[in-house]
């Protein structure tokens, strides 16, 4: 698969700065070698002027930088954080970045800074493997497409004209020839939705259904009673209440890598504040040694076990000294946990009480039990057992990195079931729910938030949604299973025919992220026409027909920043002009859709400045109970943005507001914003029931079992948490494949983003983590080359031999781009989807963390670090 690029790196021995001297909206913008610029004191810089000297120091380089303009800016990939970017513009080229300094920071009012990754996004916006033309397969066309060379063929350069009048006679032909059905495209965000407008306004297209986040957490756990079918930011407390605990909680979490900048501040305050934490995970990670956390190691994939043991435990603790379960609020805010205490749609005898003592299978789901299962040490369930009982302040808080794994439909009910038996909900220092992405220990609904675009929605009129795990073995065989919107709205199996002549990806990196990519790889060589808008050569660019240059955030009108925490809205503007001949989404889009033969103001009727503006006047902010207006626009300000609307009084004039990039509240503690989640329900729960059947926590639930039966994945599930080995996983290894490889989100990116990004190549090497025992058992030392394998794919990594990671474990950094050798039969990338195959069941939500596996030392060419491999630059 690497033929093209063997040609490219033979042919493309450009350093970045020639890069940049030849482009000339580019020729400063990598001037320096380091992330400087970055103080998060307010102050005035010095003036005076940047040289641009060839030769000048990282020194000079810090000072004299106020000719120019600081402009707030996107840090838009999907970290979980999206925090505050600013950067100075000089002659169209961002030479400095910087973080918040909007305001001095402080505990009440914290600034909010942004990481390395998002410190770095000007070598992405500026490097030198931006696509600059639109291009296609040099053996590609309409007549003979040659779908195999898909991945090794050179490109050529078009122009606009000539890929639209391509792309529309391909989409045409298919529309007329096999109809909707055979198209195959995903939006996963409003930008990428504005894309795929041609496609639905032509007749709609098969989508995907899939979760690459939340995992179980996405078969609507309104019905166990959790506030939203993520578990949501209102399901654990205020950052202010995070202080009155006495331990908290960290299952499946490691911000300080997935979503870093200010993620963890309301950790390190608890911590300041004498709060103990723990950390449960199958290693000692960066946020455990940040809060010197007590580590309790779990295999990946095992925590329904673990779990359903510790409150094993908990119930034959308290038998002894009755101060452990809260009985109480089990009784009352709960159904099932018990035979006296049962739903009424129940439609069996069991209870989870009864099922962990044993009663249904002989086998008491004790500590010793679990520990054979999931390789935590009998003493630390039973310590853990104790220490979240009732008698003591805990927040027991999650990511997802748990739900993102094979047979994981119980991991919801089971976490809230132990909260729930040690009482830790709705009252101050108690929390059992979400700690992930920017709202990570600091719970509540938004106090600033942006409006709606409104633009009028294109229906899709075609239902069909393929399950992301068997996507390309469905498209392969021709035939799928459709179970509705496993995130929205799940209905009864039906078997489907399957007939994809098409692909269109926005620019996403749909291939890159879903399971079973080496099939992913066959089936976009099997079908007629594969197309995508790239910023670079992803993977799926690469093996696409056509490619489309799209532009970067920065180049667009601007946009609110997606996520932020509940205090923060972050908005940024146009940093600069676009680069070369890249497009945004909707010109593209309008571009595609008059190939079409439509009309593209029917299709796009409103402007993406309207857009923009609408959004703003939309926004709002919390003051007295209730949502206002956010943002003074004036007359003038709607002319000056040639936009409609109605002129507004809010909190803050237009023009600051954009200069500033964010509005926060400020905060102070015991204020009017502070939020206990569930404190309504637990005061009065008949006068604020929760959203399931009952109207309570469902630790038994009716509704869970039937649907998931009705998918017809599997069938296993009981109404209430129970254990069973996953499909794939610790119980299921064999001689063959006796190790179980996770995907830790690494430091280096954002999913697959940055991962082009040579600073961060350089500072982080993304090596396969190996623990020191298995590692001695195969001789293998750190810096060996290694190749990870199963029946699905290979990898190549150079090892990282550590002490902190559980026997047994192999962890694989999540999002590396992929990169076969010549026989395609090595990825020396370390893409984590070639070791993740077609397998589902329960949900059919991608698992990506229980898999089986074995290495060994790798006997081929040494690898070339990551920081030395050539850029995937294309010259035409």
């Known amino acids: 698969m690497t033929g093209l690029l063997d040609k490219v790196r033979a042919s493309s021995e450009v350093s970045r700065r020639s890069f940049v001297k030849a482009s000339a909206v580019a020729s400063a913008a990598l001037a320096t070698g380091a992330m400087a610029g970055c103080s998060n004191k307010v102050e005035m810089a010095d003036t005076g002027a940047v040289t641009g000297d060839e030769n000048t120091s990282e020194t000079d380089y810090g000072r004299n930088l106020t000719e120019g303009a600081w402009v707030s800016a996107a840090c838009w990939h999907n970290c979980g954080g999206r925090c505050m970017n600013k950067v100075l513009v000089r002659d169209g080229v961002v030479i400095r970045q910087k973080?918040?300094?909007?305001?001095?920071?402080?505990?009440?009012?914290?600034?909010?800074?942004?990481?390395?990754?998002?410190?770095?996004?000007?070598?992405?916006?500026?490097?030198?493997?931006?696509?600059?033309?639109?291009?296609?397969?040099?053996?590609?066309s309409p007549e003979e497409p040659h779908g195999e060379l898909r991945g090794k063929d050179e490109w050529e350069r078009i122009s606009w004209d000539e890929a639209f009048k391509y792309v529309g006679d391909q989409l045409k032909r298919a529309y007329d020839t096999y109809g909707p059905r055979s198209i195959l495209a995903h939006s996963g965000s409003y930008v990428s939705y504005n894309a795929m407008r041609p496609l639905l306004a032509l007749g709609g297209y098969v989508g995907i259904t899939d979760t690459t986040s939340m995992g179980t957490y996405n078969l609507d756990t309104t019905k166990l009673g959790l506030p939203s079918k993520d578990g949501g930011a209102a399901s654990s407390n205020d950052r202010y209440d995070m202080l009155n605990a006495e331990t908290i909680v960290l299952q499946g979490c490691n911000p300080a890598w997935a979503s870093a900048g200010s993620t963890c501040l309301s950790f390190l305050n608890a911590k300041a504040a004498g709060v103990s934490f723990v950390v449960i995970a199958p290693s000692y990670n960066a946020t455990a040694q940040l809060l010197n956390a007590r580590w309790i190691p779990l295999r990946a994939g095992t925590d329904t076990a673990f779990m359903i043991a510790v409150a094993y435990e908990m119930v034959k603790l308290d038998e002894e000294r009755g101060d452990v379960v809260d009985w109480d609020f089990l009784n009352t805010y709960c159904v099932g946990f018990d035979a006296e205490h049962m739903p009424a749609d129940a439609t069996t005898n069991e209870n989870f009480k009864d099922y962990i003592l044993g009663a249904y299978d002989g086998t008491p789901k004790t500590a010793e039990w679990a520990s054979e299962i999931c390789g935590t040490p009998v003493e630390d369930i039973r310590w853990y057992a104790e220490a979240i009982g009732k008698q003591h302040k805990v927040m027991l808080l999650h990511s997802y990195s748990f739900a993102r794994c094979h047979d994981s439909e119980d991991v919801p009910q089971m976490f809230m079931t132990l909260g729930a038996m040690g009482g830790h909900f709705g009252k101050s220092g108690h929390a059992c729910g979400t700690a992930y992405y920017a709202q990570a220990g600091n719970g509540g609904p938004s106090l600033v938030a942006a409006g709606m675009a409104n633009v009028p929605p294109i229906d899709n009129g075609v239902d069909d949604l393929v399950a992301g795990p068997i996507l390309w073995k469905s498209v392969l065989e021709k035939k799928y299973p459709f179970v509705g919107n496993i995130c929205a709205v799940t209905q009864p199996r039906e078997e489907r025919d399957l007939d994809i002549h098409v692909i269109f990806w926005e620019h996403s990196a749909r291939l890159q992220t879903t399971p079973d990519l080496v099939r992913g790889i066959e089936a976009h060589r099997a079908v007629d026409f594969v197309f995508c808008n790239a910023q670079f050569l992803t993977t799926q660019a690469k093996y696409s027909d056509i490619v489309l240059p799209v532009t970067t955030e920065w180049e667009r009108p601007g946009r609110f920043g997606q996520l932020s925490n509940r205090e923060t809205l972050l908005i940024y503007s146009q940093v600069i002009e676009p680069l070369f001949e890249a497009k945004t989404d909707q010109e593209i889009g309008r571009g595609i859709a008059e190939a079409c033969g439509l009309n593209p103001d029917e299709v796009y009727p409103l402007?993406?400045?309207?857009?923009?503006m609408n959004e703003i006047l939309g926004a709002t902010v919390a003051e007295g109970g209730e949502m206002v207006p956010l943002v003074t626009v004036t007359a003038d300000d709607l002319a000056s943005w040639e936009c409609e609307g109605e002129p507004q009084e809010g909190k803050v004039p237009l023009a600051e507001f954009m200069e500033r990039g964010s509005y926060q509240v400020e905060r102070s503690a015991g204020d009017e914003h502070s939020f206990i989640a569930y404190a309504d329900f637990v005061a009065d729960p008949v006068a604020n029931p929760l959203p399931s059947n009952s109207g309570k926590f469902e630790i038994y639930c009716q509704w869970k079992k039937d649907t998931l039966d009705s998918?017809?994945?599997?069938?296993?599930?009981?109404?209430?948490?129970?254990?069973?080995?996953?499909?794939?996983?610790?119980?299921?290894?064999?001689?063959?494949?006796?190790?179980?490889?996770?995907?830790?989100?690494?430091?280096?990116?954002?999913?697959?983003v940055y991962d082009n990004v040579t600073w961060l190549r350089e500072a982080w090497p993304n090596p396969v983590f190996i623990s020191a025992q298995d590692a001695a058992d195969k001789g293998i030392q750190t810096g060996d080359d290694v190749v990870v394998y199963n029946a699905y794919g290979k990898i190549v990594r150079t090892a990282s031999v550590l002490q902190t990671l559980m026997p047994g474990m192999v962890g694989l950094p999540h999002g590396a781009w992929v990169d076969f050798d010549e026989s395609e039969e090595y990825d020396l990338g370390g893409a984590d989807n070639v070791l993740c195959g077609p397998t589902v069941s329960g949900m059919a939500v991608s698992g990506y963390n229980n898999y089986n596996c074995n290495f060994e030392k790798y006997t081929g060419e040494p690898l070339v670090p990551d920081c030395e491999q050539p850029q995937r630059i294309i010259e035409l």
Do not use: I
């Open 607 to 612: 402007s993406e400045k309207q857009q923009f």
């Open 711 to 752: 998918l017809g994945f599997s069938s296993n599930f009981k109404p209430y948490p129970s254990y069973h080995p996953a499909v794939e996983g610790w119980e299921t290894r064999s001689d063959e494949y006796p190790y179980v490889v996770y995907n830790p989100h690494y430091y280096r990116r954002s999913h697959s």
């Open 99 to 140: 973080s918040d300094d909007t305001h001095e920071d402080s505990a009440d009012y914290p600034q909010q800074r942004g990481c390395v990754r998002g410190r770095s996004q000007r070598m992405q916006v500026f490097g030198a493997d931006r696509l600059k033309y639109p291009m296609k397969r040099k053996n590609w």
